[in-house]
């Protein structure tokens, strides 16, 4: 091992060569951090395994973990003052930036006049941040619930559904995650988030139009800078691999679920299955199918939402769909904990038929810090940052695609991105999860942070704080590129 002083990177040696010292250099940053003088990291670790349930040490990341003590921005520090470049930001949740200034300047304002109340009570902060949040959106979706977390949507959006619906069916992609309580589970399409217990009846999963991995897919299949390897025969405006996967849709109609259904979920990328994109004008035709057996439209915009595909606000408007109903939350609060339904006045009144509580949903602390994420977002000029850097950032992955061959495909709009590792590009199987560690650890000990995720976790997820640069991007590439060609090597 050897260590670079300027970066703190721990690198390990190949088995085949010496170290090079060309550790990539981090591009600098002015905020320093506080010392950190608490806890001892054995300590922390010993209390994970003692006192935090199993599952707190089962989604640890890292053979080595990261200890974070702080944040600023898109960096983090750990508890030895060694920095990070984060490009997976919480899980793609830290929106404008880690403790952003003005973020935190209104959260401290808000502390010091009122933490809670309920909607009990009519106070300020919450017609304030839902009067902001509907102008985000094109009529008729002007409701706004507030909740805690994109579970807590997801499960109230069920509910809403089959209310107004009179009818119980939910249909959802192969692939997608839509949360992990008993109710969401159902909607969640990947073996590794069920349990062996009775949890969200009458959900059904249709095949995913995935245009690289799937069995149709072509050159022009998506809206992305970067398209698959796979060639493509089709006329211009037309695209057979759409209506392959709108024929799978229509069989799991005749085959699955009542003439009538409650809803169809589906995430406008998919984000734990690992930024997967649909044909141009799935959604828009899937939307026609579902509303035909009486069915409303449901986008999941937790990972997708406030601007992160760079060129729309919302990711639905990208598939050029207005949908009945839309979820939210992660970058809603850029870390502060809500989440959100927004949907149209019929379907919301259908609600009111019973009685609905949420204690801490649309707090004033939230309220506040979530109207100021909205702020920060226009004042920052968040997603058109989104759309630059991230575009820069997938043509050049599409280079290092082009370069290796366990490489199979780079793809996303805006801070969206999913690199899907493969043994080959001929086969596209997937890269096995030792290899995928191993490429992992070595991008985390070279000072950046990223994500995982897919059905056989194999690719690569890339959702920063919407404020990176593109001097950011020079530094991961190096780094993303110096870690596969170790792999490589030691393969």
Known sequence: RFHNKQTGALCQKSAFKPPSTDVPEMPPCNFSPEKYTGMSKDRMIEIRRQNCNPMTMKVTYYKKPVFIHQGYMQWLW????????????GVATVSVGHCHPKVTAAAEQQLKKLWHTTSIYVYPTLHEYCEKLASHFPDPLKVIYLTNSGSESNDLAILMARLHTGNNDIITLRGSYHGGSPQTIGLTSNAAYKYPVASGFDSTNTMCPDVFRGPWGGSHCRDSPVQTIRECTCAQGHCMANEQYIAQLKETFATSVPNRIAAFFGEPIQGVGGAVQYPKNYLKDAYKLVRERGGICVADEVQTGFGRTGSH?????????????????????????????????????????????????????????ASSVLDTIREDDTQQNSLRVGTYLMTELAKLRDKYEIIGDVRG?????????????????PLPPEAMAEIFEDVKDMGVLIGKGAIYGQTFRIKPPMCITKEDVDFFMAVFDKSVRNYMERR
Not at 327 to 335: D, E, H, S, V
Request: hydrophobic letters at 45%.
């Open 313 to 369: 606000f919302w990711g639905f408007q990208g598939h050029d769909v207005i949908p009945d109903m839309v979820t939210m939350a992660k970058g809603i609060g850029n870390g502060f904990p809500m989440g959100a339904v927004v949907t149209t006045p019929e379907i919301a009144a259908s609600f009111a038929k019973g009685l609905h509580f949420n204690t801490f949903g649309g707090n004033p602390l939230a309220c506040a810090v």
């Open 78 to 89: 750990d508890v030895d003052g060694r920095r990070y470049l984060d490009l997976f930001a």
């Open 413 to 429: 709009k805006g801070l969206q991105i999913g690199v899907e590792m493969v043994r080959d590009k001929a086969s596209r199987d």
